[in-house]
Structures are given as C-alpha cells and as structure tokens.
C-alpha cells in the first residue's frame, strides 16, 4: 500500500462490474501523486494540486454581445483558504443561476459517478466522461457538476446526449463558513447563506481509466488526472495545460464559448461542446 494511501485506511472502493462500468479500476491504479492532487485530503499537500494544473490561467469566457450568457462569479484556482479550514484552491468555476435552472451536458458522454451527500462542500454532483471522440480533443476529458438540488434520474454508465440536463441548480453542500465552525474554527454569520450556483470542473487524462472512491462524500479520480480551467476547456485548439495557458497573450486567453439556446440550438452549430447554461437572445 502506498504511503499517502496508507494515512487513508477508512478509504473504502464502490465495487462494481467491469462489464457494467468499462474503464473503472481498483483504487490501487492511482498513483500518489494524482490521489492527493485530486482527493486534496486533509493529509493532502496543496502543491500536488497545483502540479497537476490547479493554477489560475487568466482565461475569460466571451459570449455574444447579442445573447446574455450566465457568467463566472468565482473563477478557477482562486485562493479559497478563507472559506475552508485549511489552505485550499477553488477546484472550479461558478456560475450562479435561479434555484432550479437546468444544468446541461456540455458535451456528448457517459455517467461514470454520482454522489448524494450533503455533508461535503461540493453536496449533490454528477461527474460525465468525455471520450475524445466526443468533445474533439486529444485526451478523455471528465466534467463536473456540483451544489446540484437533487441526483438526476440518470443511471450510471448511460450515456449523455450535448444539451441533456444533468441535474438543476442549488447551493447543497456546507458552506464555507459552516464547514469553519463544525471544525471549530471561526463561527458562520447568522442569515448568511451561500447563492445558488453551478460548480463547474474539468479533469483531463491519457487514459480512460478512473477510479471511484467513497471517501468524505465520494471521488472520482482519473488515473494520471490532471485538472484544468475549466474555461481553457473551450479552446478550439491547444494548448489546455495550465501552464502553458497561462503563458499566452491576454488577447489568446480569451476564449469565445459555445452554447446553446433554449430551442436546442448551438452556436457555432459545428461545435461539439457547450456552455452548462442555455444562452438567451437578448
């Protein structure tokens, strides 16, 4: 058993078939590195996380001066420390929207986990696989939708159409504050609550291999993960690494975003991926 593994011994693994869940392995598949940059236990150190690409890029989202697109209000990479009980980076983007406002697949894919837990910061998510073949890339890409009301009525291993709905917007999940005042730290401000929103999330890997974990509400950890802004998921061509991202001219970082409107229509209609939100005319 790995070191870092080992400091994990309550770490369980939802077995399931191999012929209901093609790709999904035994935790062992993971190496150290992309368990701790991915899990960001408590044990975990940050740097793993930033190693492999949890850094802030400077990409900016640009839609149409003619739609109104929901846009980002806590971007990706930011320092998130004053909203947990330890060092911590946002592993995301969000995007608020009303209560109950649908969530699409931002692209063709298959269901490969779902957790309903309440008593995580992230609650109700559903993780899609993309194949690369699907979204046009180079590599097997995973998107993650979290804060969602409730579990969709989606098995796992059915596959997605680009548009479905994948669940609707909530804010479930302890809020950074409570989470500092159930671990003893400084207390949540009475009456404040956390707004509605999607967190949005994108991994990326060589391999279609992954591997689901109930640990502190649950995993999904690719096998040689990588993370990615989400909004460098939108480039048309590369590069997608933070790295290598973040060293692009501002006028190159920003990256115009497909979507589609409510009628089912995307823009450009050639694209294989889309915004989480529908777009509107204005």
Not at 140 to 147: K, Q, V
Not at 221 to 231: H, N
Request: aromatic share 8%; proline share 7%; glycine share 8%.
């Amino acid at each position: 058993m790995r070191r870092l593994l080992s400091l994990l011994p309550l770490l369980t693994f939802l077995s399931v078939s191999a012929s209901a869940h093609a790709g999904q392995v035994d935790k062992d598949e993971l190496d150290d590195k992309t368990w701790s940059g991915v899990v960001r236990c408590m044990q975990c150190d940050r740097q793993d996380a930033i190693d492999l690409g949890m850094l802030i890029t400077g990409s900016k989202p640009v839609f149409p001066s003619d739609f109104e697109c929901r846009d980002i209000d806590e971007g990706w990479a930011i320092d998130y420390s004053s909203k947990r009980d330890r060092a911590a980076l946002h592993g995301g983007i969000d995007i608020p929207a009303p209560r109950g406002t649908p969530i699409l697949a931002v692209a063709d894919g298959k269901v490969v986990a779902m957790f309903d837990n309440h008593e995580t910061a992230v609650g109700v998510r559903v993780f899609l696989q993309h194949a690369p073949m699907q979204t046009g890339k180079p590599f097997w890409a995973y998107s993650e939708y979290a804060h969602l009301q409730e579990l969709p009525a989606l098995q796992i291993g059915s596959q997605v159409k680009r548009g479905d709905v994948v669940g609707l917007t909530s804010n479930t999940g302890i809020s950074g504050q409570a989470a500092r005042a159930k671990a003893g730290g400084s207390s949540a401000r009475p009456g404040k609550t956390r707004r509605d929103a999607l967190h949005f999330a994108i991994m990326y890997s060589e391999s279609p291999d992954f591997a689901v974990l109930q640990k502190n509400g649950g995993y999904l950890v690719p096998v040689r993960a990588q993370w990615m802004d989400p909004v460098s998921f939108y480039r048309s061509t590369p590069p997608y690494d933070s790295d290598a991202v973040a060293g692009l001219k501002e006028s190159e970082k920003q990256i115009r975003i497909p979507f589609q409107t409510p009628g089912g229509a995307v823009h450009p209609p050639e694209s294989k991926l889309i915004w989480p939100y529908t777009c509107l005319p204005r």
